[in-house]
């Protein structure tokens, strides 16, 4: 059967389950239903402090097939997965599913327990370039690896598609009841958004901290109510880990003329206005949009309602300079943005879901005006792969970025033409991560494509100065540059499966023919 | 076009390809292209078929040629070659 976006699926596929067609963008909406939860009350002068790792693994039973949940903020500088897993692949416990948030290069030592079948699924909302992805792609793991936005991930966890037995939550500073913040100790990181619903699903939860203080942790983020135990170690990480993206505005003319030509499209589009709300993502241009709709703000001496995201330095600066009246933070992206957070009441932290959560009575995407994204390909019918590079190889993941091009009214894809040798517009996808009915306009060094469903902005903008073109002719312009690239040739084994963010597929990742390898006999 | 010494143009920044030419013992062109093998996969063909017929287009012969690619596009790879070849020939 084919899905909405054109993709071929089979009706069940092994490790996973029973396929539920992508069936376009807000089919899902409707009556829902949560997950009942199953926890173990505590008494009073019971105490949740533990010696280890290894007793807190006796003390939730943990045993062979179970789903171990790991939601970091800490990025590149996560040490809780490692600490754990080691201890865990010691006592011999296996067959294990991994439900992270993010996999970084950090975490190669992954690849040795999916191969010795101590991991067999893996489930996360962003898997960076690197050994991991890598083994995924070439179908290492034993189960097909799931990938969820950063809405879809809370709404599988609540809806109970993905039940958690025991999170592990890496605690920048816990008192030994099982309160936890992220904004004091040594590895602290600012907001604990995407491991709320973990805490308040999971069979059982474990804080692990190492800056345990006495009680109570003020201010608290994730609460005793939810928390079964909790453990110290050396560390839970190295904040400056979390800067592993490209988190400053770029100097790349190409980069920067593509920034102007987006700011002065939703300029002339009419969302530099009072009362507007934004977001864009983390990488260079990205950043230098927002420079650039904050040179324009300025100008028209407009203020907006909020900025959202991944929160950077540079949005903090604009809230302070009341360009904003306030921030909603997902993920604090360097030290500006957690000491802001910290500090300041106007710097609000948010779950996943409240976030991105489609099964809500409404997510803050939906409150959303301006929303920049980037994209590793997008095609003709404008839906934008962030998952795999040209070649297959599993290179990222949604992140929020199918959240928040399906609630904003303007969703902006900024990107080169051409990257290097490789031309980003193309006539299909490798794979879909965000379906084209949810993006507005793709703006690029050599013109602007305004998808035809917005019929509005076309009007709108019919006089413009800018450079409009219809996006097949920016696919011709990269393939004239590029030539055409010669097709990838893939098998037909699932090596991962991509949900959108209502828990639908919009695509599956196959194995490309000629990475090697193969899968370990158990 | 004899090739009388070992030259290079171009240089391994983005976007940009190093070509090493050198003297060959033994007849013909040997080429040795490397590149990131998502680029390989895609355009490994079109960019040894764009350095193939440059030299040839210059009618150097017994000659290595080695390509290390960071992306370049053909008009690149085309003046790289044919600046280290004219650089390798007198």
Redesign the interface.
Same mark, same amino acid.
């Given at each position: 059967m084919k899905n909405a976006v054109g993709v071929e699926l089979p009706e069940f596929i092994e490790g996973y389950g029973v396929v539920k067609p992508f069936a376009g963008a807000f089919a899902g909406y409707g009556q829902v239903q949560k997950a009942a939860v199953r926890l173990e009350s505590v008494q009073p002068g019971k105490t949740k402090l533990l010696r280890s790792i290894d007793e807190a693994i006796e003390k939730v039973n943990l045993r062979d097939g179970m789903t171990i949940s790991f939601p970091s903020h800490l990025r590149n500088g996560d040490h809780v997965i490692n600490q754990v897993m080691a201890v865990i692949a010691a006592k011999g416990i296996k067959d294990l599913h991994i439900a992270a948030t993010h996999i970084f290069p950090i975490h190669e030592l992954l690849v040795d327990y999916i191969k010795r079948g101590i991991v067999t699924g893996l489930s996360a909302s962003y898997i960076s370039p690197g050994a991991v992805a890598k083994a995924i792609t070439k179908g290492y793991l034993k189960n097909p690896a799931v990938l969820r936005s950063h809405g879809g991930r809370p709404r599988a966890i609540e809806s109970g598609e993905l039940h958690i037995d025991v999170a592990f939550i890496g605690a920048p500073t816990a008192d030994a009841y099982g309160n936890i913040n992220g904004v004091q100790g040594k590895a602290a990181c600012g907001t604990l958004s995407y491991g709320i619903a973990d805490a308040q699903y999971a069979d059982k939860v474990v804080a692990i901290t190492d800056n345990l203080v006495p009680y109570p942790a003020c201010p608290i983020e994730i609460s005793q109510e939810y928390v079964d135990y909790v453990v110290t170690v050396d560390s839970i990480g190295d904040p400056h880990g979390i800067v592993s993206g490209t988190l400053s505005v770029t100097k790349d003319p190409v980069g920067l003329r593509i920034a102007s030509l987006a700011a002065q499209f939703i300029d002339e589009a009419g969302y530099i206005k009072d009362g507007m709300s934004f977001q864009s993502g983390a990488g260079g241009t990205s950043l230098a949009v927002t420079a650039e709709v904050r040179k324009r703000m300025k100008e028209k001496n407009v203020i907006g309602s909020f900025a959202a995201g991944g929160v950077t330095g540079f949005i903090v600066d604009m809230m302070n300079e009341g360009l904003f009246r306030s921030v909603f933070d997902v993920q604090c992206f360097d030290l500006k943005a957690i000491a802001s957070y910290r500090d300041n009441p106007r710097h609000q932290g948010m779950s996943g879901s409240l976030y991105g959560n489609p099964n809500t009575k409404g997510a803050l995407v939906n409150n959303l005006d301006i929303m920049i994204l980037g994209a590793t390909e997008i095609d003709t019918e404008f839906n934008v792969n962030v998952i795999t590079g040209s070649d297959g190889v599993i290179m990222g993941g949604s992140g929020g970025h199918n959240d928040t091009a399906a609630g904003s009214k303007l969703s902006v894809i900024v990107t080169n033409l051409i990257k290097g040798r490789l031309p980003i517009v193309k006539s299909k996808v490798t794979t879909v991560a965000t379906p084209g009915e949810t993006v507005d306009v793709l703006v690029t060094e050599h013109g602007i494509a305004i998808n035809p469903r917005r019929s509005d902005l076309i009007v709108k903008l019919k006089d413009s100065s800018l450079p409009l073109v219809p996006i097949e002719k920016l696919k011709e312009m990269a393939e004239r540059l590029t030539g055409i690239p010669e097709p990838i040739p893939f098998s037909d084994e699932i090596v991962a499966v991509v949900e959108y963010r209502d828990g639908s597929i919009i695509d599956v990742v196959k194995k490309p023919l000629d990475t090697g390898g193969c899968k370990p006999r158990n | 076009m004899l090739i009388t010494k070992t030259a290079q143009a171009g240089s391994t920044v983005?976007?940009d390809v190093l070509i090493t030419v050198s003297p060959s013992e033994t007849p013909g062109i040997h080429l040795e292209l490397k590149s990131k093998?998502?680029?390989l996969?895609?355009?490994? @063909?079109?960019i040894e078929k764009v350095i193939m017929d440059k030299v040839k287009e210059l009618g150097a012969d017994n000659v290595n040629i080695r390509a290390e !690619? @960071?992306?370049?596009? !053909?008009y690149t790879i085309r003046a790289r070659v044919q600046a280290a070849l004219e650089r390798a020939s007198n």
């Open positions: - | 983005k976007s093998d998502v680029i996969k895609q355009f490994g @063909k079109q !690619d @960071k992306g370049a596009l !053909d």
